[in-house]
């Protein structure tokens, strides 16, 4: 026999899993349409349809590739495999450059070819920004 008491803690603790269970998978479900992965060029070559979404693509910034128009840029993202041209409007960070690691965010046109809304350029682990840099060499 179990106790009123045991009843209302077993109760009290299935709603609070089953409250718990379903508030992640909700957030998990909001947040599915929002999370974007980036894939490489090659991974792009690769797709059997292309999706008109919003797509991250990842990758290398090819050497000699970089074309600044007025208010535009155009650039290759590389992974030495395959390679996929990006346009862009916009601030470029400053830690764009060639041969450098960069991802861009936007919408593909084709295989070849991505209208970039935005631009995150890498670094890697020992990047010091430039006034620290600075300040660092006058000590």
């Known amino acids: 026999m179990v106790g009123k008491k045991v009843k209302l803690r077993i109760i009290f603790l299935s709603i609070f899993l089953i409250t718990i269970i379903l508030s992640l998978i909700l957030i998990l479900k909001s947040l599915e349409n929002e999370i974007v992965y980036f894939i ?18 990842g990758g290398m910034v090819k050497e000699g590739s970089i074309k600044a128009y007025e208010n535009n840029i155009s650039f290759v993202i ?22 450098k690691g960069v991802v861009a965010e936007g919408i593909l046109r084709d295989r070849n070819y991505l209208v970039s809304k935005k631009i995150l350029a890498k670094h890697d682990e020992n990047y010091i920004p430039p006034e620290v840099k600075e300040a660092l060499e006058k000590k």
């Open 40 to 57: 490489s060029p090659t991974e792009i070559k690769n797709l059997s349809e292309l999706d008109k979404n919003k797509i991250r693509v």
């Open 78 to 99: 590389t992974d030495f495999k395959n390679e996929i041209t990006v346009s862009f409007t916009g601030a470029i960070p400053n830690l764009f450059a060639e041969g």
